[in-house]
Structures are given as structure tokens and as C-alpha cells.
């Protein structure tokens, strides 16, 4: 299983950007999606996720201004993120967890900052 996340990048706060996330399988096939984030200096956190029935959960922190949201046609799974703050840089990693294993992206970064 292949992730590949992009779409980061330079954004003012208050902006707005999508996240992608390309798998190389069925994500149908996958138990739970997410997105995860790093910041500097700070651990990995969960910022939402997407069990293949649809249901989702969100980070306290991203509540009303993040959607996780899927393709299942294209293998794609994305991130829109709204009214950015400046504690949301970091860089962003797809997660995609089915039967005990865990498949990882390479992180994209989202710097926010005027």
C-alpha cells in the first residue's frame, strides 16, 4: 500500500487549502483513513479520521473548521481546512490503518503565517 499526500503550502492566516491523499488500493478496503500532523518540536497528533463506513472524528482543535472527506472512485482522500491559525504548520501525513497494519504517507507541509 502506497499513500501520497500533497496539495500543502504557503497560506495566510485565515486561508484555506485541501490536502490529498492518493492510495494505491481500494481505500474501500481500508478500516480507517486520517490525517495526522507534526509540528516542530511537538509529537504527532491526529487531527481526523474516516472508518470505510463514513463515519468521522475530528481533533478538538480543527472541530468546524476541517473536513475529511473521500473518493472512493479516484483512491483519494482529502483534507479541507479552513480559517487556518498559525498553530496549524506542520506537516501533514496521510494514515490508512486495515487488518493490524498501519501504511503511511510521506508528510506534505502547511506553513501558515502572514
Known amino acids: 500500500v502506497q499513500l501520497q499526500a500533497s496539495g500543502g503550502g504557503l497560506v495566510q492566516p485565515g486561508g484555506s487549502l485541501r490536502l490529498s491523499c492518493s492510495a494505491s488500493?481500494?481505500?474501500?478496503?481500508?478500516?480507517?483513513m486520517g490525517w495526522y500532523r507534526q509540528a516542530p518540536g511537538k509529537q504527532r497528533e491526529l487531527v481526523a479520521m474516516l472508518s470505510n463506513l463514513g463515519s468521522t472524528n475530528y481533533a478538538d482543535s480543527v472541530k468546524g473548521r476541517f473536513t475529511i472527506a473521500r473518493d472512493i472512485a479516484k483512491n483519494t482522500m482529502y483534507l479541507r481546512m479552513n480559517s487556518l491559525k498559525s498553530e496549524d504548520t506542520a506537516v501533514y501525513y496521510c494514515?490508512?490503518?486495515?487488518?493490524?497494519?498501519?501504511?503511511w504517507g510521506k508528510g506534505t507541509l502547511v506553513t501558515v503565517s502572514s
Open positions: 494514515n490508512a490503518y486495515r487488518s493490524g497494519e498501519d501504511y
Open positions: 488500493v481500494d481505500i474501500f478496503s481500508m478500516n480507517i
